[in-house]
């Protein structure tokens, strides 16, 4: 355009064309202030308490003060050296090593989960946009899958600070190139980064189907308009969806017209918006068939244990919480001192700290038809934290849709153990099938 006025001589329109550009630019600049001018909110470093400290410490806390205590009386001993001295010394030494075992194990379990954490989320989870987390209630879908998705959200939201630089510094060559295509990437970027950056109280990229808490943060709401195109996604984040097949069933072929929006999502993930999708379902057959499709990764958890934790310290609280129902629950007596009963709580919030969850899981690759067949299977464990490295969700989040949960408890008791007639003929249904008979 200005080479066209240049040839025509008319200096004023191009001094005006000039101007446009440049008062394009600080509006550009002014539409996105996180990226031009604005620094990002500091956010507030969450205190961690006695408790927590202790709960991921503990192992590491009483070897060193063994320790401290322990070894200047050694040196004494052998100082001092007599044979007396030399059975104190190794009696010493062996009550030490006993103490240092659940060190050495809480160093494997540490090891361990750093790894996971730092190694595989990195290259193995943050490389597949799709995934899907099955398996029976209580097996880890939600708080595996949640812990996943809050890590790989840190790595996402450090990916979009960088690519929020790399386009900050190419930003008016981007502008001036007039390619639209080029433009719309870059405004997208920059109006997600703008988002996360505008709203401390978030945690960066990561939405979820159900509130996940970090400190004083929670995650982003997301919910299956999201997924089917009905409203817009930010970019490069991660997408939890708990129990997908409630909003995401299989259907015939004829009804799967109405998720025609997600199923392109699903298919373009990387395309539309570089975003991670972790969904959890108890059946992998249960969400729709484009789903299962494009699913990159089927991990069916079999369990999770508690490993790694302190014996001595869960063993005591077990002993002092059944002194205090024994106490004041079955004999009724007066509670005159609340020492016990808030050593008691203490001990609860240390034991939630302590330790490290054990994940066994099989991760199985399906071609996503109806009759599934596993190409590929092969069990597996990894280690994270006890405590998520402190993210907190509600294992119970759904339980308001209990149906009967507004009425009252109406139970019998049984009286004897064979059952009346009358409730094996209702259970059997004795005398639908004798009349049919006839």
């Known amino acids: 355009m200005l080479e066209k006025l240049k040839k025509k001589g008319n200096f004023k329109k191009i001094k005006q064309a000039r101007f446009n550009r440049k008062e394009y630019r600080r509006s550009f600049e002014a539409h996105y202030p996180y990226v031009f001018k604005k620094k990002l909110p500091e956010i507030p470093k969450e205190k961690t308490n006695l408790a927590t400290k202790l709960g991921r410490k503990f ?18 001993l052998l100082v001092r050296f007599t044979i007396r001295n030399l059975t104190f010394v190794i009696i010493s030494l062996i009550l030490f090593l006993l103490t240092l075992t659940p060190t050495i194990q809480w160093f494997y379990y540490k090891i361990r989960s750093n790894h996971y954490i730092n190694v595989t989320l990195k290259n193995t989870v943050l490389r597949v946009y799709i995934q899907l ?8 879908k939600s708080s595996g899958g949640g812990f996943d998705a809050h890590e ?37 970027i920059f109006e997600s980064y703008s988002f996360w950056a505008s709203h401390p109280e978030a945690i960066p990229c990561l939405l979820s189907n159900i509130p996940f808490k970090v400190g004083n943060r929670f995650c982003g709401v997301v919910s299956f308009d999201f997924i089917a195109q009905l409203k817009k996604l930010p970019y490069n984040c991660v997408v939890f969806y708990d ?106 919030e240390v034991l939630k700290h302590n330790g490290f969850r054990k994940y066994n899981y099989v991760d199985s690759t399906t071609i996503g038809y109806g009759n599934e067949k596993v190409v590929k299977e092969k069990t597996f464990s990894y280690i994270i ?33 064979i059952l009346s007639k009358d409730e094996i003929t209702r259970r059997f249904k004795i005398k639908e099938s004798i009349e049919k008979q006839k």
């Open 243 to 348: 129990e997908l097949a409630v909003d995401c069933e299989a259907v015939l072929k004829k009804e799967q017209k109405k998720y025609d929006g997600s199923s392109e999502l699903f298919k373009f993930d990387r395309h539309f918006t570089e975003d991670r999708i972790i969904a959890t379902e108890q059946d992998r057959n249960s969400p729709n068939i484009n789903f299962r499709r494009c699913c990159g990764l089927n991990r069916r958890m079999q369990s999770q244990e508690w490993v790694g934790y302190s014996k001595f310290l869960n063993n005591l609280y077990e002993k002092l919480k059944s002194n205090i129902i024994k106490k004041y629950i079955e004999n009724q007596k007066p509670i005159k001192h609340t020492f016990k009963i808030k050593f008691a709580i203490f001990l609860a």
């Open 59 to 76: 192992p590491l806390i009483v070897t060193g003060t063994l320790t401290i205590i322990t070894l200047p009386i050694i040196i004494n």
């Open 385 to 417: 934290p006890t405590d998520l490295n402190g993210l907190e969700y509600d294992d119970r989040t759904f339980k308001e849709a209990y149906r009967a949960k507004d009425l009252k408890l109406d139970i019998e008791i049984y009286n004897d153990l």
């Open 133 to 140: 987390r099955d398996g029976n209630p209580g097996a880890g």
């Open 152 to 188: 790989v959200s840190k790595f996402l939201w450090e990916e979009l600070k960088f690519k929020v630089l790399l386009l900050k510094i190419n930003y008016k060559k981007i502008l001036n190139s007039n390619n639209q295509a080029k433009i719309n990437d870059m405004s997208y």
